[in-house]
């Protein structure tokens, strides 16, 4: 059985995740000017999130479309699922990944969905960021809990044709993308090392 993103709900949607085990957290908190673009996104990010996705009365089928635009606006999804793949990807054929991505989003978002139905007054304060790299920014915070310590997250986020979006989450040092790689592996290698068993066990997560 497929970890579905394990970590932290944010949108904390999706992934994403998670990622890869992409659940982020649930957030947010004002908007801070003073923080970098990078780290400015993040912060809008579980801000949009709050206002969209937390609501008692949402239904499912709209919580879930709101979490597929969210993901889909903020989150490099095939980035992050060619990752998650891992070597996997080159044996893949053309249809093998195209249905993957799709399973992989659709897996991202049923997650997410559920995670902010259950979500219970978290806020994601977010401190600031550095490069890594030519591209990438490492966006530090953390979530605020009611009753427990906070939990630190990194976002890393990429600067890709024209605009900014994250491709990992790392968990108080675990990131979510090896760990959704890690997962996705095991469940190949089980199913007697083929795409076609990850794909099965998709499609039953789906139902």
Same mark, same amino acid.
């Given at each position: ?41 993040v ?10 996705l ?11 479309? =709101?979490?597929? %635009?969210?993901?889909q606006?903020?989150? @490099? *999804?095939?980035?992050? $699922?060619?990752?998650?793949?891992? !070597? ?69 986020? =990429?600067?890709? %044709? ?5 491709? @990992? *989450?790392?968990?108080? $040092?675990?990131?979510?993308?090896? !760990? ?11 199913g ?16």
């Amino acid at each position: 059985m497929i970890k579905a993103f394990s970590g932290y709900s944010l949108f904390v949607a999706a992934f994403c995740a998670a990622l890869f085990s992409f659940t982020l957290t649930a957030p947010a908190i004002a908007a801070d000017t003073s923080l970098s673009p990078s780290a400015q996104f993040v912060q809008n990010l579980g801000n949009t999130a709050l206002m969209s996705l937390t609501g008692k009365n949402i239904n499912r089928k709209t919580r879930e479309a =709101r979490v597929r %635009d969210i993901l889909q606006k903020n989150f @490099d *999804v095939q980035a992050i $699922g060619k990752f998650a793949l891992g !070597t996997y990807w080159r044996d893949a054929s053309e249809t093998q990944r195209k249905e993957y991505m799709g399973l992989f989003e659709d897996m991202i978002v049923q997650t997410y969905t559920t995670r902010f139905e259950d979500y219970s007054g978290q806020q994601l304060k977010v401190t600031g960021s550095t490069p890594s790299g030519s591209t990438d920014f490492i966006v530090d915070s953390q979530v605020i809990q009611k009753d427990g310590p906070p939990v630190n997250l990194q976002w890393r986020v =990429r600067s890709k %044709d024209g605009g900014l979006h994250i491709v @990992d *989450v790392v968990v108080e $040092g675990v990131s979510m993308s090896i !760990t959704q790689r890690s997962d996705f592996s095991s469940v190949i290698q089980n199913g007697g090392g083929t795409v076609d068993a990850l794909l099965s066990s998709l499609r039953a997560r789906k139902g």
